[in-house]
């Protein structure tokens, strides 16, 4: 990783992403200490927090925002993570026919969760992950959102520490859910709809999707989901391959991004996601202005 932090973070989420605990300001104040010029909350599945963004940016004048999302989709070639950069600041209506068929999503997975453990033996459930998912996020969230899935982490270390359902982690992950949960919503309902908004989609820390650098199954994704550009920079991209990313861009007249992915700060008690550095990434000045040049920009 590099020893200074980039000008731009593309890839952040707040406490409105079921997943993640930092308060929204957190951002703004890091941004300023460090030196990041424009950020981009990219929350899981929806654009929930974008009026608090509204209402706190103001007090950090030299920080601007693009507004954002992550939106997962399913597709015949596999569950793909989109980040999504220039969104309308108010949904045109399919989008918001998508962002409330992604809430319904939140809900239904987390449901089949708590019934595929309590088939198998293990009751779990929707009043328990209540109770897991105030430990971490304000009610106001709750509210918006209902009672979704949990935080990976916490889920199981609650199933395996407090109920004492499975010895350790190894016996937990060897528990096979015995049916079907439901796919997340389809890559070629979402995307278009996003593109016809006018934003932009990337494909998300892709390294794992291209299977490193293969070429041909680089094309088959571009082909399929038509994604405008790439996470070429993230903490999960060997950086050898950053440069491969970009080229690859280029050669396709694709945009490229960079962000850190983040989901907590060192001071929560929550360390979703601890690795990554809010501002920490090898992503270049130039795509940041390709970008912009292409999304409206707030706060500036
Ligand atoms: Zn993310």
Request: hydrophobic content about 35%; aromatic content about 12%.
């Amino acid at each position: 990783m590099p020893d200074h932090y980039a000008s731009f973070d593309f890839h952040l989420h707040t406490l409105w992403s079921y997943d993640a605990c930092t308060p929204i300001e957190r951002y703004f104040e890091l941004a300023r200490e460090r030196g990041v010029k424009v950020l981009a909350v990219t929350e899981h599945h929806t654009m929930d927090s974008f009026r608090e963004i509204q209402a706190i940016a103001p007090a950090f004048p030299e920080v601007a925002y693009v507004a954002g999302a992550e939106l997962t989709v399913s597709s015949e070639l596999g569950t793909f993570d989109m980040v999504c950069l220039g969104l309308p600041p108010s949904p045109t209506p399919e989008l918001a026919e998508v962002f409330e068929r992604y809430h319904r999503w939140q809900r239904n997975y987390g449901d089949a969760l708590s019934d595929a453990f309590t088939a198998g033996g293990f009751p779990y459930t929707r009043e328990d992950r209540l109770a897991l998912l105030r430990r971490y996020r304000p009610e106001r969230t709750i509210e918006v959102q209902g009672i979704t899935h949990v935080q990976n982490g916490l889920q199981r270390d609650y199933l395996i520490g407090e109920k004492k359902y499975f010895p350790d982690v190894n016996a937990f992950h060897d528990f096979r859910i015995g049916k079907e949960l439901p796919p997340y919503p389809a890559a070629e309902t979402v995307i278009p709809a996003v593109k016809r908004s006018g934003a932009l989609v990337f494909i998300a820390h892709p390294a794992g999707y291209f299977n490193l650098d293969d070429v041909k199954r680089m094309d088959a994704l571009r082909e399929l989901l038509g994604f405008d550009g790439i996470e070429c920079a993230h903490d999960s991209v060997p950086p050898e391959l950053t440069p491969f990313y970009r080229r690859y861009c280029v050669e396709h007249r694709l945009l490229s991004t960079a962000g850190s992915d983040s989901h907590s700060l060192p001071e929560s008690p929550y360390r979703f996601g601890a690795a990554h550095e809010f501002g920490r990434h090898i992503g270049e000045d130039r795509w940041r202005d390709e970008i912009l040049e292409r999304v409206a920009v707030y706060n500036r």
